[in-house]
């Protein structure tokens, strides 16, 4: 075991004797600075953002010890020193991030341990960077025994040990603190709450007790995590991410500490003010929907109600909470609305004045003179007189301008639109961009401006006939690409837990076989169609074939009753590009043979331990949840089967029943 007390206590001394930098409320994002459609250079970050994590060091040829940095091709290294030299001028902080998926760092010697210090302090001084933040992932965890206040394998202690003579050499050159921050996964964390998180749970433990005196902020990455305990164990029940409930619970668990299970130790806390809530902006299925990370922080800091079921240990929460981290930047640059995790952050952590654009009314292709669009105030009031001339309405349709503004009250303001579009959308229009000058406020000295927030829709699509995936009116990080590998029109590119919504015109009640124009990766995937939230019907699709190819079709049969719906399509696993979905009057005369007989019973509901499935045909039967995965399957069936589903948790289920003639069924379900 190496001898560490001599870095420890200095370690202890800086941190005490030099104040930390990081701005205070503190907002980190992950700059992505890897060449790509999602570049964004650094002098065009949003200017909120205060503290940046580039991402990530390099290995330098390989080994997994020595470490360099290159930037992005577009730079030369002194314009990318002017640039970080520019955002710390502001008052920003620029870190370099070391780790992530690909790079794995692991230290196996004294000898790897001190390439690995001389390289970071190299590349510190070389590019200017404030500090250092700890991303490991992956192999670089796999430790072969963990233990929180004395960790049994080497390696790890090397980790310790060569962060802490990182900062203790920048200490001793420039006479300052690097700065330290850390983004865990939550299994290196809170998964040692859990005995089956894994194998390495609770690897990331060791580092932050050892280090904490000195780590600026610890930003737990509440994403890519799946459920996981919080501090009532599992007599609490597991919280899923995505929610209030996962914030609160998650973020807790990192300030009061806890015993972990089995034997890996206690984990003593940390103060809240070097804690971040660390979330996606908008790009994935695990990210927080904007209300709900407000409600959860404004708990967290003792300003609002109890947004869920997890109650805080502490009464009044933690309000010196350090602020909030994003992957990425860029990612939140591009979200609906662009910059809407950072617009969230400020509304927390910020007395800054801000807008949001708000739809008065639909709005739909060719249809749009006289409609407005509506602007909310916050933190501040509309000047007596608006002025046109001081607002900007940019990616408003060809043929559409503004009319007039219309001062409702002192937070609320309309634009009058004048004209209809001179052809049809290609898409939908969800980036509309509005600014106006800082004279439209009695507060601000500075422009406010908001992109997205509106949407200006397609006409609806006519049932019977072709839905084209352009035609959404909403959607959940499923994303629109054009001229996909030579096909000229665009495509629905969406994953795992992602859906697309559109508005439909049904014209004559009944069934309708539903034909699927898609690319699909090899193996195995299943969809949902809902009707104004209620399921219709599940697909499961496979292909042989390459995804970049709109080759398969697939189809199943729905029942839609006449008039204006909202469909939903819903990915419930695995992941598809979609050109179009063509609705036709079913082939079977709309006789749906299972529920023209009433011939299925589901009984007794609820039920707790056994439920009876009772058919009139022979039909396949599966239990889903209702986000369309399934939880039970029998590989046999009978006129009346019984399922036991006693292992299933308390809640809503959804039986499908299908019989030979692809005729379906579904019944709600409740386990009691």
């Known amino acids: 075991m190496i001898k560490n007390s001599l870095f420890s206590l200095l370690a202890l001394f800086i941190s005490f004797s030099a104040i930390s930098q990081l701005p205070n409320p503190a907002i980190v994002g992950y700059w992505e600075s890897w060449n790509g459609s999602n570049f964004v250079e650094l002098k065009n970050i949003d200017s909120r953002y205060n503290v940046i994590h580039i991402a990530f060091a390099e290995l330098k040829t390989g080994k ?19 640039e970080v030299a520019a955002l710390q001028a502001e008052g920003k902080k620029v870190i370099i991030s070391i780790g992530g998926q690909n790079d794995h760092v692991m230290l196996d010697s004294i000898a790897e341990k001190d390439t690995f ?19 490991l992932e992956g192999s670089s965890l796999q430790f072969s025994e963990i233990n929180i206040q004395l960790p049994g394998d080497e390696r790890q202690q090397l980790m310790i040990t060569a962060i802490q003579e990182i900062m203790a050499n920048h200490y001793t050159t420039h006479g300052k603190k690097l700065l330290l921050t850390m983004a865990p996964e939550t299994i290196y964390v809170q998964g040692a709450l859990s005995q089956w998180a894994g194998s390495f749970r609770g690897a990331y433990l060791p580092m932050i007790e050892a280090l904490k005196d000195s780590i600026d902020m610890l930003n737990v990455q509440l994403y890519n995590s799946g459920s996981m305990y919080g501090l009532d164990g599992q007599a609490g029940g597991a919280f899923n991410q995505g929610s209030a409930d996962f914030v609160v619970a998650m973020t807790e668990a990192v300030i009061l500490g806890f015993e972990s299970t089995g034997t890996i130790g206690t984990y003593n806390g940390i103060s809240a003010a070097k804690v971040g809530v660390g979330l996606p902006g908008c790009h994935s299925s695990d990210a927080v929907p904007h209300k709900d990370i407000e409600a959860a922080i404004a708990y967290l800091t003792g300003k609002g109600p109890q947004p869920g079921s997890y109650t805080l240990k502490t009464p009044g929460g933690y309000p010196d909470l350090l602020g909030m981290m994003t992957w990425s930047i ?19 952590f910020t007395d800054s004045s801000y807008v949001e654009i708000d739809n008065n009314g639909d709005i739909y292709e060719q249809l749009e003179n006289g409609k407005l669009l509506q602007i909310n105030l916050f933190k501040d009031t509309y000047a007596t007189h608006l002025d046109t001339a001081s607002w900007t309405i940019e990616n408003l349709p060809d043929g559409v301008t503004v009319d007039s503004l219309i001062r409702v009250n002192d937070t609320t303001a309309q634009v009058v639109l004048k004209g209809n579009a001179l052809a049809k959308y290609p898409s939908a229009i969800f980036n509309v961009k509005i600014t106006a000058d800082s004279t439209q406020f009695t507060k601000s000295n500075l422009p406010l ?9 397609k006409t609806r699509t006519v049932i019977p006939g072709i839905l084209e995936c352009e035609d959404l009116s909403a959607a959940k990080n499923a994303y629109l690409v054009s001229n996909f590998f030579g096909n000229t029109s665009m495509v629905l590119r969406f994953n795992s837990n992602y859906y697309s919504e559109y508005e439909i015109d049904v014209a004559e009640s009944g069934k309708y076989d539903v034909i699927f124009k898609v690319g ?25 074939t390459s995804w970049k190819s709109l080759d398969t079709t697939t189809s199943y049969t729905v029942s839609l009753d006449s008039g204006f719906h909202v469909l939903t399509l819903l990915m419930n696993s695995g992941w598809m590009n979609i050109d179009w979905m063509d609705f036709k009057k079913a082939t079977s005369n709309g006789i749906n043979s299972l529920e023209a007989q009433h011939s299925v019973l589901v009984y007794p509901n609820p039920a707790n331990q056994v439920v009876n499935v009772k058919t009139q045909e022979l039909s396949q039967i599966k239990i889903l949840d209702l986000s369309g995965k399934t939880v039970q399957q029998p590989t046999s069936f009978s006129l009346e089967h019984r399922a036991d589903i006693t292992s299933l948790k308390k809640g809503m289920y959804l039986v499908h029943i299908q019989n030979e003639n692809g005729d379906v069924v579904v019944r709600k379900l409740v386990k009691r």
């Open 64 to 82: 997994d010890y020595d470490i360099e940095y290159t930037p992005p091709a577009k730079y030369t290294e002194e314009e990318f020193k002017s």
């Open 117 to 135: 210090v001389s390289s970071m302090n190299a590349l510190v001084d070389y590019w200017g960077f404030d500090g250092i933040d700890i991303d």
């Open 520 to 544: 699909l990766q090899e193996g195995s995937h299943s969809s949902t169609i809902k009707i104004d939230g209620i399921t219709k019907g599940i697909q499961n699709m496979s292909s042989p």
């Open 449 to 457: 401006w908001r992109g997205n927030g509106t949407i200006l829709k």
């Open 330 to 348: 860029n990612s939140d640059r591009k979200c609906s609305p662009s910059y809407g995790f950072i617009d969230t952050w400020g509304k927390i």
